[in-house]
């Protein structure tokens, strides 16, 4: 064979291997493109809520994939925005609990640079200044705590457990305070049984619904504590002789920050009626409120009796 028929062939191969390359161009191309506008449907169908039915193509199901990788990226943005949005609501709120007690410490330290101070003074001052920072330590403590609780990450484990040492520690907790007052707590004798509850949790929740009614009663009167077992539920009712609260009133009082009219005139956060709802909610109880103002108030917490939660749970599975 002749060296021009070589230069030929080779031409035509030449010209055949350009004309499939360019071939296999246009069609990714094609493909390209199709996915592209696949992909931007999925992404509005995806964004508008809308879900819509694909073919068992390979196309398919690289694009019921890239749904998948879009679908997480949205969850994960709309979870990162919530968590900013409630950083935000939680700084929110320290700050305009902590203005107060902040610039009351600001202006003693102030009033304490005075040399010509006589030492009672001082001595009252620095005693106000100690006041203020303790209630800032509370409020910070506490808000985070509630905080953590509402959103999930702060988890505890409730059992069945005997209550009667519960009861009796959220009591002492308060002694002080009450005896100040010159306010007896009356406790209802009663058999000790086990409730399903936390017993350090529940302390704490019982603790703020007696400093409550401390707080809000007058001067030499008395808060019975009362226990009545029902059927699923036992109830531990706080009951004092205080200013009460209206009814129209009853749900707002369990919401974060919320003071009554009747009660701003008491020093108080609005944290405690709050941080007990949500610490109740983790035990599976509640806690309700019935009162008339001017004629006391009573405050119900309803803790599962012993062997309750299994049944409450295979209840709900049955379902």
Not at 10 to 23: D, H, K, M, Q, T
Not at 69 to 88: C, D, F, H, P, S
Not at 143 to 154: T, V, Y
């Amino acid at each position: 064979m002749t060296a021009q028929s070589w230069n030929w062939i080779l031409g035509i191969g030449l010209v055949v291997c350009l004309g499939v390359l360019v071939a296999v161009i246009l069609y990714f191309l094609r493909q390209w493109n199709r996915l592209e506008r696949m992909l931007e449907e999925a992404e509005k169908d995806i964004y508008s809520g809308k879900h819509r039915e694909l073919q068992d193509t390979r196309e398919s199901k690289l694009l019921g994939q890239v749904c998948r990788i879009l679908n997480t990226a949205q969850y994960k943005e709309r979870q990162a925005v919530g968590e900013k949005n409630q950083v935000m609501e939680l700084i929110s709120d320290l700050s305009h609990q902590l203005k107060t007690p902040l610039a009351n410490i600001v202006m003693n330290m102030e009033l304490l640079k005075d040399s010509s101070m006589d030492e009672k003074r001082r001595t009252e001052f620095l005693e106000r200044t100690a006041g203020q920072a303790a209630k800032m330590q509370w409020l910070m403590e506490n808000l985070l705590k509630a905080s953590r609780l509402e959103n999930g990450m702060l988890d505890f484990q409730a059992e069945d457990t005997l209550i009667k040492g519960t009861i009796a520690k959220a009591v002492s907790a308060v002694y002080a305070q009450a005896s100040g007052k010159e306010i007896s707590i009356c406790v209802e004798e009663f058999q000790d049984f086990p409730l399903y509850h936390n017993p350090r949790w529940t302390v704490e929740a019982l603790t703020n619904l007696l400093e409550n009614a401390i707080k809000y009663s007058p001067r030499g009167s008395c808060v019975r504590v009362g226990i009545s077992r029902l059927d699923f539920y036992t109830s531990i009712t706080v009951a004092d002789e205080g200013i009460g609260i209206p009814e129209k009133e009853y749900n707002r009082i369990f919401q974060r920050f919320y003071r009554g009219r009747a009660a701003e005139q008491e020093e108080g956060s609005g944290l405690g009626l709050y941080l007990a709802q949500l610490i109740l909610q983790q035990e599976k109880g509640y806690i309700t409120v019935t009162s008339k103002p001017g004629q006391g108030s009573v405050f119900s917490v309803f803790l599962l009796n012993q062997g309750e939660k299994r049944g409450c749970d295979s209840r709900c599975k049955s379902v």
